[in-house]
């Protein structure tokens, strides 16, 4: 698995954002927030991939370095956890940004702007490279017993970091995502009801532009993907990390 699947998922994944960065590097998206968030999300995910993946490749062939060094060990969490974070707080921000365009309010919809989502992004690298910051002390490899070689040394770091990372990395996120992106569809299901009579009474349409409804979709989609997928995860490692901790005291 770790040989040969890990090498596939790490292609295909680098397909996928890679396109994506070509898509949402045109003109024409560097001005739209949703498409500039979409962008470092896939820059974001990129780094998590191969920090994360390429270790797991490595260690299918026992030539996995931080897995027996300190420095590369804790270099590699931090990576990993701040990368991971970006990106799913990043797609939280297009989620919002999308809600805020979709409202006929001008005060929300002048919330979305450039400024504000590069301060944001911004705000959220910092904030993570914070709470993730105790990997250079909890960080240790060749572990024994644990759920990876590079991994807390200690139950304290291990809940911290689990907890931390479910809530920053999927709980949280996903729970703002689904809020907003239901208002988003309420608000653009509004939209719709209103044009219905204009289009009959004066043969007029006035709408969202065709991008805007394309990112919308594309957020959709992306929403209930990262929370079938995400969610299991954290709970399995919520879980893996309670029952070593049992049978430590057992």
Known sequence: MNRYLTIFILLFGSFGNIINLFIFY???HRTNPCAIYFFYTSIADLIALYSGLLSRVFAGFSLDRSATDASICKIR?????????????????????????SC????????????FTRKLMFITI?????????????????LKNSPLTCYGYNIICRLYNEIASALMFVFLPSTIMFIFGYWTVQNVRKLNQAIAPMVITHRTIVTMKRTD???????????????????????????????LHTSKIL
């Open 104 to 115: 006929r309010d001008a005060r929300h919809r002048n919330l979305s702007n450039l400024r």
């Open 26 to 28: 045109q003109p024409k």
């Open 77 to 101: 969490a931090f990576i990993i956890w701040v990368s991971t974070t970006a990106s799913s707080w990043f797609l939280t921000y297009a989620t919002v940004d999308r809600y805020c365009i």
């Open 213 to 243: 409804r394309q990112l919308i979709q594309m957020l959709i989609v992306q929403i209930i993907l990262l929370t079938i997928f995400n969610i299991p995860l954290a709970i399995h490692r919520l879980y893996l990390t309670s029952m």
């Open 126 to 142: 910092i904030g993570g490279s914070l709470i993730f910051a105790e990997t250079f002390y909890c960080y240790v490899p060749n």
